[in-house]
């Protein structure tokens, strides 16, 4: 319902996990297009089974951060508490299943690095929930936030990732 009274022209999903975000935006902003960034290769297979059907949407198998390079991600039970981050032992408590099965190398790559895709727009709607890397992931989009009109960001009081800002 949020969504449907958006004005954007652009709609970046960080942590696209297997395209919840993305599939809702699509349904309800049809004409739309959607870029979205996923480093874990399974998730971003679902991804594009799940979104296959619908034009113009494209996704990015990395991470985002402050910086480009290669980092490890802590692969979580449930895919979705993965993160750039340690898990930490809140997280593990609070949510059933969520402890830490293995690392993978990834690429990280910052949302500025893409400016050709998203420089044409001015009304981007730009959501991030990356399990606790989020503001690294706002530090290296700094001219990408220019054109944002909205920023849709998960946050937490709690600390749930080993370092995560608050």
């Not at 949020?2 to 975000?21: A, E, T, W, Y």
Request: hydrophobic share 40%; charged share 25%; net charge negative.
């Amino acid at each position: 319902k949020m969504l449907s009274g958006i004005d954007c022209d652009l709609i970046l999903d960080v942590g696209g996990n297997r395209g919840q975000f993305s599939l809702i935006s699509r349904l309800v902003k049809p004409a739309v297009p959607i870029i979205a960034f996923e480093p874990i290769p399974a998730e971003s297979d679902i991804y594009r089974r799940v979104t296959a059907r619908f034009a113009n949407i494209q996704l990015h198998q990395t991470a985002l951060g402050e910086r480009a390079g290669e980092a490890e991600i802590h692969l979580s039970r449930r895919a979705d508490s993965s993160s750039l981050l340690p898990i930490g032992d809140t997280q593990k408590r609070l949510f059933r299943d969520t402890d830490e099965v293995g690392v993978l190398k990834i690429p990280v790559k910052r949302l500025d690095d893409f400016k050709p895709e998203w420089e044409p727009y001015s009304r981007i709607l730009l959501k991030i929930d990356v399990q606790g890397f989020e503001l690294s992931v706002l530090k290296g989009a700094t001219e990408a936030l220019k054109n944002c009109a909205y920023v849709y960001v998960e946050c937490s009081e709690t600390e749930l990732y080993v370092g995560q800002a608050l």
